[in-house]
């Protein structure tokens, strides 16, 4: 392909809302797009000391003492910390590791805020020496009126870098700390960065927010090692992680702990490693959903102390952050599958502590229970299952009187999920209306959870549109909901959705431009409809789209959303009878290859970045082969690995309509292993496991960094991290095929079950599905707006599937299925929200069904037999379609006995109850 241009960081870099803003006043106004750059200010260098330990070289600024470099010896060229920019951040105003912010009060009085940030004063220097590398009394930049004394000491400690705080009461009063907090400051900083250049030099945070257990992991965008870890030292809690609001820009009026960086698409911000967070949540967070822990306080009496303090530590990799914990003597917790449980299937806890479980207590009280079982692994293993539905805590007390909180969410059985979403969207979200002038109707539009309403009109005009992520992500959810889970009365409205609304609507149906899609249906035309919008709303933003604008068909990323739609609908009606009834299969198909080489020709700038969903084109390209349709086959694929050779000759071919992005990787990584790159489907394996971590937390656990697309689709629109985004399913899709390809390499499995399951959480009780949860504690909840959410639920959909895995330390486990064992034989019955695929990993087998329904599985690991168990057929499946895989080396395909093949696949005649398929190698 000869017309890709190169690389953008930043197409379309939108300004951003700032954090605080309220979630009835939406100010889009100041979402404007950006100016020029002014010309860079140069800055006077900043002295600096220089320290060596066996872990680290560090640079402490010779006037403050706050980390100014943090290098591991391991890549001394490498910076933790945003080093290259302290001159530029030297000023009042600016947080760094090594400063603090507190919150106090004494008894009577109100609350009162002292940093070390805000107005910088000369430290005094303390004595050094021996294993202290550098240590100060800093109460000065604290404030006169102080009733602390705080000194910082920087050691060296058992190879591990310790930040240590010393809190002296010297007023004549009992103090009540309830706020205090650590700037925790990462380079995290895109600005200003090549693509290239942040995934060599820039990092992402991560936290786990579990009280004396918790930590942070430092990764490196490009995956490579050694990371940082940040560990709590005695009496310092990881509590909380608050946000550090940007000065001038979200922060309230008084608030002293700010910081003067912008926060924006390029630059998520610095957070508190927060210790104690009582005085937060009675002054700021009073409207707040329920925090990771409860918060708490501490008294300190006149002259009284405490030390607090971190230790900083590196793992040779992201993979060996587990075993660098536990070489620290910290706790560490392995759930399977993760932390989301569905009620009606079994999990496990797996704990490694230096001390023993002294108690574990849930919370709410019997959402919860974790019962002891038998291991010989060196690990204590609890059966947990849950009750109810919502978030949950264990609490793990050991013996020294440390707590380790570990945060689940309870679900229903997904099949039941997967109902309650499909007829939500076809019911309450389900948008009829002749006379709608926008060509809406019939539509499943955006839904306002707050109001509990379709939302018809919002001035970011896609997400009333039905098209850009904000606007698709409901009618492609309840699209992809039919994939494994059809239902007949929902597929009848999807398919006048996809006839009647999108084809000759949303995409253009014939002519020259056939197959492109537009970017909204909805937009701002006063002259056109003067009596239409709602004139309390701003429609003065550049989001405001004119019908031109909406009109226009070079944005790639709406492709793959149509293309689901005609690829669905194609194999609903290949697979299924009666299903589906205005066209034929064909029809449905070859409006789907229509689709992608419409993206190539009408979009093809944005097309030279991987695009979220982009999967599907693999599957339509597969499909166009296995129908014989080998002109159209043969045209698509021409086009894809033209993609395909430029991101091949690129060092991170990650690029994006965002200076960075995490939804581009798994399209990218399904087209190199399609055409053989497996060097650079390995790259962009690490890549992925860069920002998207495995820890014990349901939200965090397999969350996909994002950080800004609450502007584009949540209703209230700031900077924030976003908790279970769209990322976290789509990037658990390359995962999973990974793993499959590499049984040995749990990780992998752990970090996309984790993706595959936080996506489930944003669907509540009756099948409302929000873009995502709000991580900031003044929030804590589930954005009102249906808005991206669909774009997550393709990543569920697609790869939903029960895993059978026999690990070297656990043993026999099950991901989405509870496993048995008898006689020499291991079970597994499927309880992940399709039940239609499968993968023994002991022999490699990976199953799916493309019709029908797994109710269990049997393998003899002794003789390698392998039996499933199919349930009973219905009106729209008289048949199953089982295609079998060998994904791993040296693997053996099974084959049922005496089964047609046909399309690459077996066809197994259901009966009306269930049917017992016996699996032989080939």
Do not use: C
């Amino acid at each position: 392909m000869t017309n890709l241009r190169p690389l953008a960081l930043t197409a379309l870099l939108l300004a951003t809302t700032p954090l605080g803003l309220s979630a009835t006043s939406l100010a889009r106004a100041e979402e404007s797009a950006p100016a020029p750059a002014p010309a860079k200010k140069v800055f006077a260098p900043i002295a600096r000391t220089t320290y060596r330990t066996a872990q680290f070289r560090l640079d402490l600024r010779t006037d403050t003492q706050t980390l100014a470099r943090l290098s591991p010896t391991a890549d001394a060229g490498f910076d933790f910390v945003p080093g290259a920019r302290e001159a530029e951040r030297q000023g009042d105003g600016y947080v760094h590791v090594g400063d603090i912010h507190l919150r106090l009060r004494t008894e009577g009085g109100a609350w009162r805020d002292f940093s070390s940030a805000h107005q910088r004063k000369p430290i005094r220097r303390l004595p050094a020496g021996g294993a202290t590398l550098a240590a100060a009394d800093i109460t000065t930049s604290l404030g006169a009126d102080s009733p602390l004394r705080v000194e910082r000491r920087w050691v060296a400690e058992g190879g591990a870098l310790a930040l240590r705080f010393v809190l002296t009461n010297t007023s004549k009063q009992a103090v009540e700390v309830g706020g205090l907090g650590l700037p925790m400051v990462f380079d995290n900083i895109i600005t200003d960065r090549s693509l290239e250049e942040a995934h060599a030099q820039a990092s992402f945070v991560d936290p786990y927010i579990g009280r004396d257990a918790g930590y942070l992991q430092v990764t490196r965008l490009n995956g490579k090692g050694p990371a940082l870890l940040v560990l709590p030292e005695k009496a310092t809690p990881l509590e909380a992680y608050r946000p550090i609001q940007q000065a001038g820009r979200g922060a309230k009026p008084g608030d002293i702990f700010t910081d003067r960086s912008e926060r924006g698409q390029t630059s998520e911000g610095f957070y508190d490693w927060t210790v104690a967070s009582k005085g937060f949540a009675e002054q700021d967070w009073k409207t707040a959903g329920e925090q990771w822990n409860t918060p708490t306080s501490f008294s300190l009496a006149p002259g009284a102390s405490r030390t607090i303090g971190v230790r900083l530590v590196t793992s040779p990799s992201i993979r060996a952050i587990e075993d660098t914990l536990v070489a620290n003597g910290r706790p560490v917790a392995v759930g399977v599958p993760g932390y989301v449980v569905p009620t009606d299937q079994d999990a496990t806890l797996f704990l490694k502590s230096p001390k023993p479980v002294a108690k574990i207590e849930s919370y709410p009280a019997g959402a919860l229970t974790a019962t002891p079982v038998k291991s010989g692994s060196g690990w204590s293993r609890y059966a947990v299952r849950a009750s109810g539905w919502g978030r949950a805590t264990l609490s793990i007390t050991y013996a020294d009187d440390t707590v380790q909180t570990v945060s689940y969410f309870i679900t229903k059985p997904l099949d039941q999920t997967m109902a309650d979403l499909g007829r939500f969207s076809t019911t309450k979200q389900w948008f009829e209306d002749p006379s709608d002038p926008f060509k809406r109707s019939p539509g499943i539009l955006t839904y306002d959870r707050q109001a509990d309403k379709i939302v018809t009109q919002d001035p970011r005009v896609w997400i009333s549109g039905m098209s850009d992520e904000g606007g698709a992500g409901s009618w492609v959810a309840a699209i992809m909901k039919q994939l494994d889970n059809p239902d007949a009365g929902e597929v009848a409205k999807l398919e006048r959705v996809v006839n009647e609304t999108i084809v000759g609507g949303l995409q253009v149906a014939e002519g020259e431009h056939a197959g492109a899609v537009k970017k909204s249906l909805f937009y701002y035309a006063p002259d056109e409809f003067p009596t239409y919008y709602d004139p309390k709303t701003n429609w003065k933003s550049w989001t405001s789209w004119s019908k031109k604008d909406a009109g226009d068909l070079g944005r790639s990323y709406n492709y793959p959303h149509v293309a689901i739609g005609h690829w669905v609908l194609y194999r609903l009606a290949r697979n299924h009878d009666g299903l589906v009834k205005t066209h034929d299969w064909r029809w449905y198909l070859d409006h789907a290859q229509t689709t992608a080489v419409a993206m190539m020709r009408d979009a093809p700038y944005y097309a030279q970045f991987g695009q979220m969903e982009g999967d599907v084109f693999v599957d339509i390209l597969k499909d166009l082969r296995r129908e014989g349709m080998t002109a159209k086959a043969d045209e698509l694929e021409t086009l894809m690995k033209g993609r395909a050779d430029h991101w091949k000759a690129l060092p991170y071919p990650f690029g994006s309509e965002m200076a960075w992005d995490s939804t581009g990787q798994a399209e990218v990584y399904a087209w190199m292993r399609f055409f053989g790159h497996q060097k650079q489907a390995d790259e962009t394996r690490e890549v992925i496991l860069a920002y998207d971590p495995t820890i014990p937390s349901w939200g965090y656990n397999g969350n996909a960094r994002r950080y800004w697309d609450f502007l584009y689709g949540g209703k209230v629109p700031r900077i924030e991290r976003q908790i279970h985004h769209y990322g976290s399913t789509l990037n658990a899709v390359p995962l999973f095929d990974a793993y499959r390809a590499d049984p040995g390499d749990l990780h992998l499995l752990r970090v996309a079950y984790g993706g595959l399951m936080g996506g489930v959480t944003n669907i509540d009780r009756e099948g409302f599905s929000s873009a995502a949860f709000h991580s900031a504690p003044d929030m804590m909840s589930w954005d009102p707006y249906s808005g991206d959410y669909g774009m997550g639920f393709f990543g569920h959909a697609y790869a939903a599937a029960t895993y059978l895995v026999n690990d070297p330390t656990f043993g026999w486990l099950g991901f989405g299925g509870n496993v048995s064992q008898a006689d020499g034989v291991v079970r597994i019955e499927p309880r992940d929200g399709a039940r239609t695929r499968l993968f023994v990993a002991p022999i490699g087998a990976w199953l799916t069904l493309e019709a029908g329904k797994i109710d269990a599985a049997a393998y003899t690991p002794a003789t390698g037999k392998l039996t499933l168990t199919l349930a009973a057929r219905d009106a729209a499946t008289p048949a199953a379609r089982l295609l079998v895989e060998a994904t791993t080396k040296g693997g053996r395909p099974y084959r049922p006995t005496g089964a047609a093949f046909e399309r690459g696949a077996y066809t197994l005649p259901l009966k009306d109850g269930p049917s017992t398929i016996e699996l032989t190698p080939n």
